[in-house]
């Protein structure tokens, strides 16, 4: 049991260290023109025009929808005029996937289908969810690979919000 609880930690440990350790981080966010849920391409970076949070999620991961749920309480407590958040679904090819997403979950934030080898590459999607903390200047400041707390959350959200 004991060897179990170690190497979970040790999994979780280093999913975290792998996170932090994003070749992303501190360089200017790499934006791609994908398709919203009107199925029109758009630019993504358009939306990053304050302190931002871009989430990787798919319709079918349950620890996505529970993100989804903080990633609204968060945009809710530090308001849209500070904080955007943008959704970026894996799965998606085109708008249907991210429609359906959105009507299911009752999110507003804008969301893309981001299943694109040049995106998920750039972004080393290998799993989710990601989420990708962005500061006012578009510099990336931390790359979370794995569920988040909601005080963890709240907190890295005040630390982009200062810069």
Known sequence: MYRLAGLFLLVLAGTSAMASESPLVGKTVPTFRLPDETNREVDFGV?????????FTENSCHYCTQI???LKRAEAKFGRENLRVI????????????KA???????TFPMFAGNRHEVLKTYRINYVPVLVFVDSKRIVRKVVGHYMLEPDLHRTI?????R
């Open 158 to 162: 005040r630390e982009i919000l200062k």
């Open 68 to 70: 989804i749920a903080l």
């Open 47 to 55: 939306f990053i025009d304050r302190p931002t949070v871009i989430y």
């Open 87 to 98: 959704g970026i679904n894996v799965m998606a090819r085109d708008s249907r996937l991210v």
């Open 101 to 107: 997403y959105k009507e299911e979950l009752g999110f």
